[in-house]
């Protein structure tokens, strides 16, 4: 099964993609694999680019804004996934700045009702050249500008 993504630009201003858990991604303990978060985010933000138009390019200049690097991420556990199942992704940008941007993530069941992880992620966009940070163009900067959440947080569900 595929994933499924929602692109929600509505007040609540959050990406939503929907993964299936596989059986490989489990532990010993038939949870989800805690490493395993780490790739759910990275595709949940792989998808809201897909949908945003915005694709990975072989040539960089193409598609400068492909050209970034995670400078932090954490995720904080709230509930085992137990099994394979559809897991609910929540993504919102909480910060654009010049050269950085930071997402925050919720991961849920499909109904939203149970909360297994929250997650934060900022990312360093590179010249491909120098390596060092270089500002977002502005049609990065006006793709993501409808999910920029003011308040920052995406959920306070314990």
């Not at 680019?49 to 990975?56: A, F, M, P, V």
Request: glycine share 4%.
């Amino acid at each position: 099964m595929a994933s499924q993504a929602i692109l929600t630009e509505t007040q609540d201003k959050r990406f939503v993609n929907v993964a299936h858990v596989h059986f490989d991604e489990l532990d010993a303990m038939h949870m989800l694999h805690n490493a395993r978060f780490f790739i759910h985010m990275e595709r949940t933000a792989s998808a809201f680019l897909r949908e945003l138009g915005r694709r990975w390019e072989r040539n960089v200049a193409d598609n400068p804004d492909q050209f970034s690097v995670v400078k932090t991420q954490t995720i904080d556990y709230r509930v085992p996934f137990l099994g394979t199942g559809e897991l609910r992704v929540e993504m919102a940008v909480i910060k654009l700045g010049r050269t950085s941007c930071s997402l925050r993530f919720l991961f849920t069941d499909p109904e939203s009702t149970v909360v297994y992880a929250r997650g934060e992620r900022t990312i360093v966009k590179l010249d491909s050249v120098t390596l060092r940070p270089s500002p977002w163009t502005a049609e990065f900067r006006q793709a993501v500008s409808g999910l920029i959440r003011e308040d920052s947080d995406v959920d306070v569900r314990q």
